[in-house]
């Protein structure tokens, strides 16, 4: 018995994501957090957290004079550049809430999908319930998969030059 629990995993984020990511602190870094306003803030941050992965981008933590609507606005304009049909400039922080709520899955979905356009594999880290830290794999499956790959019969295969036939049987 290896001593694991074989109960389903269920992917949660660490509680404080600001030490546990280590976000830069930026030009104004937001201070005096009361309770309630600082769930909001890491609310969005972690609804966010896969797709920053992804991208490997690296976000300020929230600046002086930013509420939880305009955080998210910053936070979709960062990811723009991964995306393929947003990449022209929005002023993302001069949208009311509810076409950023409209824009958001399909941006945070087109930028998910850039690791598999480049033909790349990304880590992504979460924690399961307990704290135990896992990875998790998005992208093209290609860019290790072909690896392993056989040659295929019939083909030619050159040893020291000259070429070999390999036959099926």
Known sequence: MSGYSHLPVVATEATDIWTTRKDPCGPAPKGGWTAGERAGYEKVRKSFDRVLQATRETVYVPQEGEDVQLYEARLLNDL???TENYQGFINLPGYSPASIAKLAPEIVHEAMLEPKREGRLVEIKLRD??????????????SWMNHFKA??????VFIDGVRQTILAR
């Not at 040659?151 to 030619?156: L, T």
């Open 80 to 82: 723009r550049p991964h």
């Open 151 to 156: 040659v295929p019969a019939g083909e030619g």
């Open 129 to 142: 319930p307990y704290g135990r830290p896992f990875s998790e794999f998005e992208g093209s499956k290609a």
